[in-house]
C-alpha cells in the first residue's frame, strides 16, 4: 500500500500535465486541474441527411428490418473496400494519397446519396481535394460540405446489392497539434520525433436501414466517429533523404520495395505512426502478433506497455472470445491520452514518463482499457457520439476484469484512485454532447459504467455475466450494437429484475 501511495504522489503530480486538458478515450484522471470547458453547447449531428435522433424513448435497434423476397441478404454482400496509396513527405510533413472505395449497398434499401466523412477537415488548413470522381473518370457533381461531413448525391439511385466507385486524390498537410484545454488530444498530427496518421482518409459512414447515416459532428470532447466494418488494403512510401524510419500499423507490414503494404481485412479503420526513434517490442498470445513502439528511454515502461496489453489480450480472448485480428500494436505518442483504433492504439508519453514498476499505474490501467476496445469499438461497434458507454463503460470495466484476474494485489488501488475518488455520478447512457463538461462526462460514462456494470454482475451473478459478455461479443460481431442489442442480451442469461438499476443509472430506463 506503501509503494501505491508513493506512486500515486508522483502520478498526481505528473498527471497535472495530462490533466488540464479533455482527454479521450482512455479519459486520463483529472486529479488536480478541472477542465474549462467551452460553454457553447453542441447540438448532436441536427440536420446532416437523415442522422439518428439524438435522443429517443426507445433506441431502435441496427440490425436490418427484415428483407422483402428478391433483396440481397447482406451477409453475402462484400463489406464497403478501401485502397489507399499514400507517398509520406516526412520532413515537409505531406502526405498525398490516391484512394479508392468500392461501396456495395448492403442497406436492404435504395440510395441516392453517400455520407462521406472527411475527419482531416476537422483541423483548418489540412485537407487539400484534389479529384473526385466516378469509376469511369468522370468527376463527382453536386456534393455538398457540412462541417467535415460530404453529402455525395449518386448519379443513378443505387439498388441493394450493387456497388458504386468512387476516386479520390487528396493531400494532407499534417498538422502540429498544440495542446489546449478547447481541443481534445487526438494523436493525429507530427511532433519532432513522430508522424501519427489516425481518420486520415475519406470514409462511407454506416446507414441505418429506416433512418439513415450515422454522420455526426465533433464533440468538444469524446468520440464521433462510428465506423463500419471495411476492408483495407494500404500502401505506403516514404519520400526523401531519412534516417531509418520504423511505421508502426493496425495490420503487419509486407515490404516490397520502398512501398508498406498492409492488408486489414474486416476492420473499423487503418491508422500508422512513423517515428526514426521507435524502438520495437514483441511477444505473441496464441497466434496473434503483439507489437510495443516506444522512445529508447522508455524501454521499462515500453515493456510493460507489451506485457500488459499481452496479458489483457490473453484475458479478453477467454472472456470474450478470440481476438479478430493477426496483429495488435501498442504506440507511444505525443498526445495526452490512450486513443483506440483497430489493431492499434496510442498511449500518451505522460504514462510512460510516470511509470515507476509497479502494478497500480495508469499505464497499465490504460494499457488494459484500450487493449479491451479491440472487443468494444472494434469487434462490436456501436454509435460513439451518441451511446458511447457501450464502448467506454465496457472497457473501463475490463480494466477491473484486469486487475482482478491479473495483479489482484492491485485491485483496490484500482477502485480507489481510478473510480471512487471521483465519487462518480450522472447518467450512463449520457451522449459526448452532454454539455456539462468533461469531468460529468468522463464520470457518467466510464466510472458510473463501471459502477452499474459491477451492480450488473452482482445481480446476475457471474456465471450468468461473464456468459452474457461473450455472447453480445459475438451475436453483435462485425456489426453496430445498440443499447436495445446489449439488454437483449442481458435478458437472455438472467430472469433477475434489472429495473431499479436501470433507474438508477440510465436518464431513459
Ligand atoms: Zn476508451
Known sequence: MMTLTGTLTRVISGLCLLASFLAGCGAA???????????????????????????????????????????????????PQYTLT??????????????????????????????????????????????????????????SLQGSRMKVPLRAPLPPGEAVELHISYELQIPSPTPSAEVRPIPFGYTARQTNLVDWYPFVAPYVPGEGWLAHQPGYFGEHLVYEDSDFQVNLRLLGDLPVMTVAASAPETKDGEWHRYTHPAARNFAWAVSPQYQVAETSVGNTKVLSYFFPYHQSAGEAALQTTADALALYNEKFGEYRHPALSVVEADFLDGMEYDGLYFLSNGFYNLYQGTPGEYLVTIAAHETAHQWFYGAVGNDQALEPWLDEALCTYAERLYFENLHPEALDWWWGYRVQYYQPSGWVDSTIYNAQGYRAYRDAVYLNGAM???????????????TFLRSYASEKNSQIATREDFFTQVDQFTSADTSTLLKKYFSNP
Open 29 to 79: 484522471p483529472d486529479i488536480a486541474i478541472p477542465a474549462t470547458l467551452p460553454t457553447e453547447p453542441i447540438q448532436p449531428s441536427p440536420t446532416f441527411l437523415a442522422t439518428r435522433a439524438p435522443v429517443t424513448t426507445h433506441t431502435p435497434s441496427l440490425a436490418a428490418p427484415p428483407l422483402d423476397a428478391g433483396t440481397p441478404n447482406p451477409t453475402f454482400l462484400p463489406l
Open 86 to 143: 499514400s507517398t509520406l513527405d516526412y520532413a515537409a510533413h505531406q502526405l498525398v494519397t490516391a484512394e479508392q472505395i468500392v461501396y456495395t449497398n448492403r442497406t436492404g434499401e435504395k440510395l441516392d446519396e453517400l455520407a462521406l466523412m472527411i475527419p482531416p477537415l476537422d483541423f483548418p488548413g489540412v485537407f487539400t481535394l484534389q479529384q473526385m470522381a466516378w469509376e469511369d473518370g468522370n468527376p463527382v457533381e453536386g456534393s
Open 452 to 466: 452499474f456494470l459491477e451492480e450488473l454482475r452482482t445481480l446476475m451473478g457471474d456465471n450468468a455475466f461473464f
